[in-house]
């Protein structure tokens, strides 16, 4: 494996590097002005896409682009880098069209969408156009297991009637979120993992309401984490995505890149962290020393570096299992990602805040609202518990085809 950068994506990173600094560093306080005086989308956020669409940062994260479609065909393992940079400002991926949920949402268009569905969906998501949504979760069942959905689409004519609730749907209060993938049941009474399906419900169709906008950790996040109600919602049954039954096997499919571009955003947001705890720990002082000659604080700053290192390696290898192997065999390196990442994202930022001391935790550095996402992170895509789960029944699966170490010391 040689996960250094090529000359490529080395001037990629470069050119996003510098796209940062001169068009979206400078308005970060526009930003927060805007959105928290009600307006969303903010004032530059076309001119910024537009800008970026012209220069080709554009759809950076979709390695299996077809002819004519807007983007780079990048691999998982050239995308990381350029996540990464993103990821050190909340808002920034939007701009280059590659935040989430659009970019799972896309791949999962891009892997299974009829013709239509392309024409109608895909290709305005892949010229940000419009904004799209995921629903799966709902408020009445545990659904880190997918399999307790209990949202129901049910064939009617020609039509699908949907019934159900759902919540924490990230974008759904975008104003330009126009669609929803939605996960239900098809059939309660099929074998456990047939029993679902993925349809695409238009946010304006009768019956849809987006009842609220729901706060993470008190901090509001103008695209929204909704709780929505479909009070039986008519769709054409064209507009089913895949075969009946499929929903479970795609919910999985559409998982994996979303969770490896989730890490690799989180790794740039340690990063800024830790550049501002060193920065900070060598601007003050306290009890005569700079706060970096204090122990504390200097071992925060190594055990950070470390770890983000480490960090970093398991999601490069993780890309690089993607592109040669697949998603599906590279599961156990997605769970492991998804275990660690979010972790390490509020565990960085955590050290940076306290260095910062009270400043840390007010809106005067952008620490907190990392912190808070990083948080958010832990649930997003799957409790930590649940990838711990799959690491542990793969290893042990594992180990039942191996001899054990144990004989031959017991001998
Ligand atoms: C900011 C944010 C954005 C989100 N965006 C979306 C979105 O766009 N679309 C969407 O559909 N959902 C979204 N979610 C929801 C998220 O996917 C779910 O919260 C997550 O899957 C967990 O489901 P749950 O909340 O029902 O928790 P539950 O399933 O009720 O689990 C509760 C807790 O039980 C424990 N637990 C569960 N299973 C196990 C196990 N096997 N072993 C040990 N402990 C276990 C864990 O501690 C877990 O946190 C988002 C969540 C957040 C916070």
């Known amino acids: 494996m040689d996960f250094s950068y090529s000359p490529k994506v080395e001037a990629l990173c470069q050119q996003l590097k510098g796209f940062m600094d001169h068009h979206i560093v400078p308005r970060i306080r526009q930003w927060h002005d805007e959105v928290n005086a009600g307006m969303y989308p903010v004032s530059f956020m076309e001119d910024l896409k537009t800008r970026a669409k012209s220069e080709g940062l554009w759809n950076l994260f979709l390695p299996h682009l077809n002819a004519g479609e807007p983007g780079t065909g990048l691999s998982n393992l050239e995308y990381a880098p350029l996540a990464e940079i993103m990821g050190s400002i909340s808002w920034a991926s939007e701009v280059f069209n590659c935040n989430a949920p659009d970019t799972g949402n896309m791949e999962l268009l891009h892997m299974c969408a009829t013709a239509a569905q392309r024409k109608q969906w895909l290709e305005p998501l892949l010229n940000g156009s419009?904004?799209?949504?995921?629903?799966?979760?709902?408020?009445?069942v545990a659904s880190s297991?997918?399999?307790?959905?209990?949202?129901?689409?049910?064939?009617?004519?020609?039509?699908?009637?949907?019934?159900?609730?759902?919540?924490?749907?990230?974008?759904?209060?975008?104003?330009?979120?126009?669609?929803?993938?939605?996960?239900?049941?098809?059939?309660?009474a099929a074998e456990t993992h047939r029993q679902q399906?993925?349809?695409?419900?238009?946010?304006?169709?009768?019956?849809?309401?987006?009842?609220?906008?729901?706060?993470?950790?008190?901090?509001?996040?103008?695209?929204?984490?909704?709780?929505?109600?479909?009070?039986?919602?008519?769709?054409?049954?064209?507009?089913?995505?895949?075969?009946?039954?499929?929903?479970?096997?795609?919910?999985?499919?559409?998982?994996?890149?979303?969770?490896?571009?989730?890490?690799?955003?989180?790794?740039?947001?340690?990063?800024?962290?830790?550049?501002?705890?060193?920065?900070?720990?060598?601007?003050?002082?306290?009890?005569?020393?700079?706060?970096?000659?204090?122990?504390?604080?200097?071992?925060?700053?190594?055990?950070?570096?470390?770890?983000?290192?480490?960090?970093?390696?398991?999601?490069?290898?993780?890309?690089?299992?993607?592109?040669?192997?697949?998603?599906?065999?590279?599961?156990?390196?997605?769970?492991?990602?998804k275990a660690l990442v979010p972790m390490l994202h509020t565990t960085v930022t955590d050290r940076?805040?306290?260095?910062?001391?009270?400043?840390?935790?007010?809106?005067?550095t952008p620490l907190a609202d990392h912190w808070t996402w990083g948080r958010a992170l832990r649930f997003a895509d799957g409790p930590d518990e649940v990838h711990l789960r799959s690491i542990a029944r793969m290893e042990i699966k594992q180990a039942q085809t191996q001899f054990g170490p144990m004989a031959a010391y017991l001998t």
């Open 130 to 140: 419009i904004r799209s949504a995921f629903a799966m979760t709902e408020p009445d």
């Open 145 to 188: 297991d997918a399999t307790n959905i209990q949202t129901s689409i049910t064939r009617d004519g020609d039509d699908y009637i949907i019934s159900g609730r759902k919540w924490f749907i990230t974008n759904a209060a975008h104003p330009n979120c126009k669609i929803l993938i939605l996960m239900g049941k098809t059939d309660p």
């Open 197 to 337: 399906s993925m349809i695409l419900v238009p946010i304006d169709t009768a019956g849809v309401e987006v009842v609220r906008n729901i706060n993470i950790m008190n901090h509001h996040s103008p695209e929204g984490h909704c709780e929505i109600v479909f009070r039986n919602v008519r769709v054409p049954a064209s507009n089913l995505l895949g075969e009946e039954g499929s929903g479970f096997a795609l919910a999985q499919a559409r998982l994996g890149p979303g969770r490896i571009h989730h890490c690799m955003r989180s790794i740039g947001a340690a990063e800024l962290a830790l550049a501002m705890m060193t920065e900070r720990a060598q601007q003050r002082k306290s009890f005569g020393k700079y706060l970096y000659e204090h122990g504390a604080v200097s071992d925060g700053i190594a055990r950070s570096r470390i770890e983000i290192e480490q960090a970093r390696l398991l999601v490069l290898k993780t890309a690089w299992m993607i592109d040669e192997v697949g998603a599906k065999a590279a599961r156990k390196e997605i769970a492991m990602i």
């Open 352 to 364: 940076a805040m306290q260095v910062f001391g009270a400043m840390g935790i007010s809106p005067d």
